[in-house]
């Protein structure tokens, strides 16, 4: 069997595990199709790690699973890394991180920018969190943000507005 066949067969194994909620052997699976190259594996297992599902919350390991997913050019991966920055309370490195998306394309990495620009420092930087919240609704067209999230968007545009008036 070929390593690609062999890592994708595992993979398929831990998605199946994972929806029938057994997690710990879906990590099994995911840890084998991992050590054969499989980013999808890699993305799956450092979610786990970034949550403490099925194993113990560790963001030091979900990142650098999520950093070798990147590294294979799965640049999209960089939101899942900015979001484990946040819950470490870095936001320097979540910006940085974001700011690796297309943000032209990705309105889901716009809005948690802009929630960041809000949220991230000790002092919110409004125009910079408006610019991203505008652009994230923009997205609503081309169907690249989900609609919870397009809506938490929508509602932070307009409260930023009432408040900056």
């Known amino acids: 069997m070929k390593r690609t066949e062999e890592a994708e067969k595992y993979f398929i194994a831990g998605d199946n595990a994972s929806d029938r909620r057994n997690f710990k052997k879906a990590i099994f699976y995911f840890k084998k199709a991992s050590s054969l190259g499989h980013f999808g594996a890699m993305n799956n297992l450092a979610g786990y790690y970034s949550v403490g599902l099925g194993v113990r919350k560790d963001l030091n390991k979900a990142i650098?699973?999520?950093?070798?997913?990147?590294?294979?050019?799965?640049?999209?991966?960089s939101v899942n890394i900015a979001l484990?920055?946040?819950?470490?309370?870095?936001?320097?490195r979540a910006e940085f991180w974001l700011k690796k998306c297309?943000?032209?394309q990705d309105g889901s990495a716009a809005l948690q920018l802009a929630k960041l620009y809000l949220e991230g420092?000790?002092?919110p930087r409004y125009q910079q969190a408006k610019k991203y919240l505008k652009l994230?609704?923009?997205h609503r067209s081309k169907k690249e943000i989900a609609p919870l999230e397009l809506a938490e968007a929508e509602n932070l545009l307009k409260k930023l507005k009432s408040e900056r008036k």
């Open 136 to 138: 994230a609704v923009k």
């Open 84 to 92: 484990c920055y946040i819950q470490k309370g870095n936001s320097n």
């Open 102 to 104: 297309d943000l032209t």
């Open 64 to 77: 650098s699973l999520y950093r070798k997913v990147f590294n294979g050019g799965e640049t999209w991966v």
């Open 121 to 123: 420092w000790n002092q």
